[in-house]
């Protein structure tokens, strides 16, 4: 399990013991599966129903950033390194042919999960990577019509719907003028609402379109909303959709 210590604001971890008083279990290389769409979705880890969400954010915020990390790189190797071998025996890396996921600069963790995979592909098979980088901020795009449709009733009035949409548009923005990741991201409300957010360059956009019929599996490391994985599906499948698509985070939550 890994406990949150109080006392210096850092994370324990024992792989041999698990408790509810966990942040997350640890010790069972076990894949927590869910359907997603079209797509299987598996995760490693999930966030035990008790923890605080505070403490939830401080674990994301140090497991995603390398260097702000207290624990050692055997802890680290051990964490990523049971779900992914977990993941080798349920599925098999070697019937992929795709590999798609956020480009690291966005998250140096899904490096780390790149890097470690990377050890289970077959070096005889050929494989494709693709990766999904940060759209100019000034094409990314609200949906509306979504939105008003998922709170019709809290925007039953004309008038709060209309001020609403000034401070969306007022937000949206301030994205076109900074940064979606600095600022929409944080906006949780909007967050399953932003879309072209992520794209492939233009040189990959061509590569992609032209394969038929491949497997891929799609990877990111944590899952908390659904937002970033319901955009990346989103893109991938807009752009071709005649590929079937797993989809794998360290950290998860059943979806339904």
Known sequence: MAIYMVDNETFMFDFGADKASGVINLCKPELYTSNYDKSIYKFGYKFNYNVDRNIRTKFINQLKQMTN?????????????????????????????????????????????VRYMGRFIPRNKQFYEYELIKNNAKNIKFDYDKYYKDNKEKYANDKVWQQAQKSIEDLMLKISNGDYFRIGEQKTKYRPYFYDYL???????YKFCRIQNSKILLIDDINTTGSTMDEMLRYINSLNDTNEIFVFTIIGKELN
């Open 69 to 113: 990390r207290t624990w050692n790189e055997k802890t680290n190797y051990d964490f990523l390194n049971k779900p992914l071998i977990q993941l080798n025996k349920e599925v098999g890396y070697s019937k992929f042919d795709t590999l798609i996921y956020p480009a690291s600069k966005r998250s140096p963790l899904v490096t780390e999960i």
């Open 199 to 205: 794209i492939f360059n233009d040189s990959e956009i």
